[in-house]
């Protein structure tokens, strides 16, 4: 393509528009999920694996996990055989263990839009944007708090783009609505502007209710208490405890039948250990506590084993994302979540960068690729995260979505049959003739290869005539034109008026809260 | 470190230098090549694995190779019994493998300081600089025609890096040098400004052979008969042709007992089949070749199996770098190499960007992971590509080579033992307090965490006051500092005026050529 051509298509895009589709078409639009065609990266022997667990086993039996502030926790630790000693609980080594075997190895999450539903677990990969900047960022305006428009914004734009399976959650924290209302608007955003699975609040029992009565009015109660269809992500207070906002929030997710996805947050050095071994048996080890209860208030609720290791910078204390020893961590927490047989979510698109720069995007891409070898099933931070998830980036949410499609192509490995292998080609073509033109060309041509929407490929003539353009430049048109072009799928009036009436009604019953 | 240190660091270094040889120490600086401690990422079946190689077998048997203006070569192929028809060899299946036998899995390249010795093969890698782009680029002077002050300049970040091991070749075209006279000036430089090992020229058999003269003045003539101190970078000009000038080189360096690193350069679609599978079989039938004829100059003498995977747009024709489907490539790659039981040159930071971005940083980091992935043993184009090979950056240069020390920590794995996993730290720590202080924090916080040079980790408010630099511009100054702070590695004094003298008399005995 030409400059000219490029000015042509962020101007018109319809000639975009069709290459789009033609992309989308080959390489998987509209995929609700990705089956990965790859193994898993196997890092550690079963050896060591097994010296992670003994060690994961001893921290559970000998220092324990505290659950404050949730009674019901406590007595269901107190039936299920463990010792509670006020708000310290312990357990015998393979407890945990037995008390998983009831949750899914893998479930569907279903989507108001049944062709989005997706399979989490197993072989299957599903990408979801970022969660819970209080900041966004754009190239325009710099950083500033969030908004309920950001919000929608993100939305609309991972909605707009085939590389994601899922609408997310808390994808910017929406800060110009009062901290216990932002549920209500959150929630009703994806079920409007999206037609992908999406995730609920947390950050109280009562919002985690709300999020699941509101799922209730689109796809009924019926249906709910049957099958998955909101994810909440709930994490440990590392090291070590559970506090009583979170369990309440994973009891009341897994009594509905519905996922809890369990996350300890551990920055080696401060929360946990500053060796890489030990923080990924402490992760396990407060892991499985947090899947463990889910089972105990429902079992056979869908739940998904959750890890999120970071490193620090021992000079600043500044904790550090995408570096090399989180990314290691993940393999080997892949290796353990499969012993498990548990969905995972790990890893994602991480960097301390507060620019959707070069630093960004090593970082970010060395993450992503240990959670696509680790064989996370479920990707969350996927998009946009920069600045140690502080902030939601506008242009690196669509570098990152430009990451994720060619993900798409990554997990499809390599297949192998004679069209693939060419084998009449080099006959056709012989030695030192070019390809270009040959019948095995002509016939592969369409589905070749991955087409990045934000790389540049062009000679540097042209691109330095097209205006010498860096990528974040580029991703600053790509999302406002996404937004001009943003269609909203469609929404049963009856269910979208049902959804009002509900967010208006509980607005109204309380009064405003920033806390 | 505050806005304040960092003007300082850079102004002064001092704090800087200690900082660094802190890091150097925790991480392996100075070792002359990394021993992985990670598994190779094995992506394909035994079964797929075989159908590759009956495809690569079949295009040997049926289509063959040509050798073009070398009849030294085609003598060598009649005595071992492959079919020669003009300059079209054909090969009975097998018949390249048994040659190969001979060829060692893995060899010491050694150094002028021996420390400095690097072992090519087996588990072992190295990371050497791009090769061979007649530009260079940097954010003050934009991209220009790269001179030998360009090319002594990056020997000297290279030299000054901990994180290479390997001085590399042509790192940018010295093009205000007469063509016919580079090679002596650049071999110079490598082995004046570096004390790692290096690479030589492959232009022109005489050149190679000036090169390995010149290594002879260095190391003895008798020393380098029987060990491995250059090695020489052919290439194929794919599909199925090799030109007399890299059979001639090849040949030249086999003779002398140095390496060849033999590799294709195979553009899908355009030098090969759009397909993966069958650009795969392609390249491994091309370097399968190359090696084998390695063995039939000399017995024995060091051959490295290298592959140069690319994609292109079918959009405009325009090659494509660091997608998915050569990273993919790369791992399949790697697989075959190895039950070739050969050396493995694979990959490195591949990019189409113009500028050291977001776009380039996606592309590179995929690129070289799958590098590291697959096995690769030399991973030449290790830091500053930009442009498609077409520019060496300075501020890329530093990105990659802070890139290349984070995977030098990557490649460590994680380490299973009672200190590492922490064994005793949760107990004193106990649930919901910090791990800074603890006693097994300070015992292990110096060796902890790959600290990068280029990454900016501090928080938002403290990289706004210091100027809200972007990655690329800290490299910038990160350059300028390494250059300013180089110092020339001790070189005997009579080797030197001998390698002067060689040089002098060669350029004297020819006129200037520019072709």
Same mark, same amino acid.
């Given at each position: 393509?030409?400059?000219?051509?490029?000015?042509?298509?962020?101007?018109?895009?319809?000639?975009?528009?069709?290459?789009?589709?033609?992309?989308?078409?080959?390489?998987?639009?509209?995929?609700?999920?990705?089956?990965?065609?790859?193994?898993?990266?196997?890092?550690?022997?079963?050896?060591?694996?097994?010296?992670?667990?003994?060690?994961?086993?001893?921290?559970?039996?000998?220092?324990?996990?505290?659950?404050?502030?949730?009674?019901?926790?406590? *007595?269901?630790?107190?039936?299920?055989?463990?010792?509670? *000693?006020?708000?310290?609980?312990?357990?015998?080594?393979? @407890?945990?263990?037995?008390?998983?075997?009831?949750? $899914?190895?893998?479930? =569907?999450?279903?989507?108001? #839009?049944?062709?989005?539903?997706?399979?989490?677990?197993?072989?299957?990969?599903?990408?979801?944007?970022?969660?819970?900047?209080?900041?966004?960022?754009?190239?325009?305006?710099?950083?500033?708090?969030?908004?309920?428009? *950001?919000?929608?914004?993100?939305?609309? &734009?991972?909605?707009?783009?085939?590389?994601?399976?899922?609408?997310?959650?808390?994808?910017?924290?929406?800060?110009?609505?009062?901290?216990?209302?932002?549920?209500?608007? +959150?929630?009703?955003?994806?079920?409007?502007?999206?037609?992908?699975?999406?995730?609920?609040?947390?950050?109280?029992?009562?919002?985690?209710?709300?999020?699941?009565?509101?799922?209730?009015?689109?796809?009924?109660?019926?249906?709910?208490?049957?099958?998955?269809?909101?994810?909440?992500?709930?994490?440990?207070?590392?090291?070590?405890?559970?506090?009583?906002?979170?369990?309440k929030s994973l009891r009341a997710y897994a009594r509905a039948n519905q996922c809890a996805v369990v996350v300890p947050f551990i920055l080696g050095g401060a929360m946990g250990p500053v060796t890489n071994a030990g923080a990924i048996a402490?992760?396990?080890?407060?892991?499985?506590?947090?899947?463990?209860?889910?089972?105990?208030?429902?079992?056979?609720? $869908?739940?998904?084993?959750?890890?999120?290791?970071?490193?620090?910078?021992?000079?600043?204390?500044?904790?550090?994302?995408?570096?090399? %020893? $989180?990314?290691?961590?993940?393999?080997?927490?892949?290796?353990?979540?499969?012993?498990?047989?548990?969905?995972?979510?790990?890893?994602?698109?991480?960097?301390?960068?507060?620019?959707?720069?070069?630093?960004? +995007?090593? %970082?970010?891409?060395?993450? @992503?690729?240990?959670?696509?070898?680790?064989?996370?099933?479920?990707?969350?931070?996927?998009?946009?995260?920069?600045?140690?998830?502080?902030?939601?980036?506008?242009?690196?949410?669509?570098?990152?979505?430009?990451?994720?499609?060619?993900?798409?192509?990554?997990?499809?490995?390599?297949?192998?049959?004679?069209?693939?292998?060419?084998?009449?080609?080099?006959?056709?073509?012989?030695?030192?003739?070019?390809?270009?033109?040959?019948?095995?060309?002509?016939?592969?041509?369409?589905?070749?290869?991955?087409?990045?929407? =934000?790389?540049? #490929?062009?000679?540097?003539?042209?691109?330095?005539?097209?205006?010498?353009?860096?990528?974040?430049?580029?991703?600053?048109?790509?999302?406002?034109?996404? &937004?001009?072009?943003?269609?909203?799928?469609?929404?049963?009036?009856?269910?979208?008026?049902?959804?009002?009436?509900?967010?208006?009604?509980?607005?109204?019953?309380?009064?405003?809260?920033?806390?």
């Open positions: 393509m030409t400059a000219e051509d490029t000015v042509h298509r962020v101007r018109h895009g319809g000639r975009e528009a069709r290459r789009r589709e033609r992309s989308h078409k080959a390489t998987g639009h509209g995929r609700p999920y990705i089956t990965r065609n790859i193994p898993t990266y196997d890092i550690l022997s079963e050896e060591n694996l097994q010296k992670i667990e003994a060690a994961a086993d001893r921290i559970l039996a000998e220092t324990g996990i505290e659950f404050r502030d949730d009674d019901v926790a406590l *007595d269901h630790w107190k039936k299920a055989g463990a010792k509670v *000693d006020g708000v310290r609980v312990t357990f015998e080594p393979g @407890m945990l263990r037995e008390i998983l075997k009831s949750a $899914p190895a893998e479930f =569907t999450q279903h989507a108001r #839009n049944p062709e989005n539903s997706a399979r989490i677990g197993g072989r299957n990969v599903v990408f979801a944007p970022a969660y819970g900047s209080p900041f966004v960022m754009d190239l325009d305006r710099g950083r500033r708090f969030g908004t309920l428009q *950001d919000f929608e914004n993100f939305i609309k &734009l991972a909605q707009s783009s085939p590389w994601f399976h899922h609408s997310g959650g808390t994808i910017c924290e929406p800060t110009d609505v009062p901290v216990n209302k932002r549920h209500l608007d +959150m929630v009703y955003s994806h079920i409007r502007y999206s037609d992908r699975p999406f995730m609920g609040s947390v950050t109280a029992e009562e919002r985690s209710e709300d999020s699941i009565d509101m799922a209730r009015i689109v796809f009924g109660r019926d249906f709910v208490d049957e099958n998955c269809v909101i994810l909440g992500n709930v994490n440990v207070n590392s090291p070590l405890v559970w506090d009583g906002t979170m369990t402490q992760s396990l080890a407060e892991t499985m506590a947090g899947c463990a209860l889910t089972q105990l208030e429902r079992k056979g609720a $869908p739940t998904v084993f959750g890890t999120f290791l970071s490193s620090m910078s021992l000079r600043s204390g500044s904790p550090t994302f995408g570096t090399p %020893e $989180p990314a290691i961590g993940s393999m080997v927490i892949g290796q353990l979540c499969r012993r498990l047989g548990l969905p995972l979510r790990c890893s994602g698109n991480f960097t301390t960068s507060k620019l959707p720069d070069a630093h960004a +995007m090593t %970082e970010g891409t060395m993450s @992503m690729l240990a959670a696509i070898h680790c064989g996370a099933n479920f990707i969350l931070h996927s998009a946009g995260f920069l600045d140690g998830l502080l902030s939601m980036s506008y242009e690196k949410f669509m570098l990152d979505a430009d990451l994720c499609g060619a993900l798409h192509t990554y997990l499809d490995g390599v297949k192998i049959d004679d069209n693939q292998l060419a084998v009449d080609a080099f006959a056709e073509v012989g030695p030192g003739n070019h390809f270009f033109g040959c019948s095995h060309t002509m016939a592969n041509y369409e589905t070749a290869f991955w087409d990045s929407e =934000t790389a540049d #490929n062009e000679p540097f003539e042209k691109w330095e005539a097209a205006g010498q353009d860096d990528a974040a430049t580029r991703a600053n048109r790509l999302w406002k034109q996404h &937004l001009r072009e943003y269609e909203a799928p469609h929404l049963d009036e009856g269910v979208d008026k049902a959804l009002r009436e509900f967010v208006t009604k509980k607005k109204a019953a309380v009064p405003d809260a920033w806390y």
